[in-house]
C-alpha cells in the first residue's frame, strides 16, 4: 500500500504562483503525476512524470507548470506559474504501479 501526502496548494491571485508537493511512502521510483478536477467537470491529467524523468503536460498548462521529483526524497511537485482562474480545482496526486494510488488532494483556488 503507497500512502500519498499531498501540501502547497491554496488561495492566489491570477498570475501569482504555487508550489505543490507530493510525498509517497516507501522508496521506489514510480510513474508519478497530477490531475486536477473542477467543480463541475472531469478529473483532467494535468502532469506526469516517468520513472527516468520524462515529462508530460496538458496542453492548458504547457509553459507554466513544471513538474520534478526528488528522488531521495520520494517526492514529487508541481511548480505552478502564471495561474488563472481557470485553474482552480482539487488537484489529486497518483502514483503507478501495479494499482494506480491517489492523494486525497489539495485545493487550489485562483482568483481573478
Known amino acids: 500500500q503507497v500512502q500519498l501526502v499531498e501540501s502547497g496548494g491554496g488561495l492566489v491571485q491570477a498570475g501569482g504562483s504555487l508550489r505543490l508537493s507530493c510525498a509517497a511512502s516507501g522508496n521506489s521510483i514510480n510513474p508519478m503525476g497530477w490531475y486536477r478536477q473542477a467543480p463541475g467537470k472531469q478529473r483532467e491529467l494535468v502532469a506526469h512524470?516517468?520513472?527516468?524523468?520524462?515529462?508530460n503536460y496538458a496542453d492548458s498548462v504547457k509553459g507554466r507548470f513544471t513538474i520534478s521529483r526528488d528522488g531521495a526524497k520520494n517526492t514529487v511537485y508541481l511548480q505552478m506559474y502564471r495561474l488563472k482562474p481557470e485553474d482552480t480545482g482539487v488537484y489529486y496526486c497518483?502514483?503507478?504501479?501495479?494499482?494506480?494510488?491517489w492523494g486525497r488532494g489539495t485545493q487550489v483556488t485562483v482568483s481573478s
Open positions: 512524470i516517468s520513472s527516468s524523468g520524462i515529462t
Open positions: 497518483t502514483f503507478y504501479s501495479q494499482s494506480i494510488y
